[in-house]
């Protein structure tokens, strides 16, 4: 079994530096650096997860709220 989980501390998946250098760029600017961080930087892990034969468990925190 794979866990996947985000350690102590909830991350929305932004880093704040790279949110800022964005600041004054176009948005074919924009578009191309966001395609580049999925395809060349995520796509080796999603692609490892896909194809693996173990089941895929992610462990989330958060807070139920009673209705």
């Known amino acids: ?5 985000g350690g102590k501390f909830f991350s929305s998946g932004n880093d704040l530096s790279v949110l800022t ?6 948005k ?3 578009k ?7 395809f ?3 796509n080796p892990y999603l692609d490892a997860i896909n ?3 173990k089941p ?3 462990v ?3 807070m139920c709220i009673g209705i």
């Not at 079994?1 to 989980?5: G, P």
């Not at 250098?21 to 176009?26: D, P, T, Y």
């Open 60 to 62: 989330v925190r958060g």
């Open 32 to 38: 191309t650096a966001s395609l580049d961080g999925i």
């Open 28 to 30: 074919d600017e924009l």
């Open 40 to 42: 060349n930087k995520m």
């Open 51 to 53: 194809n693996s034969v």
């Open 1 to 5: 079994m794979i866990l996947i989980h």
């Open 21 to 26: 250098s964005w600041a004054g760029k176009s």
């Open 56 to 58: 895929v468990v992610a």
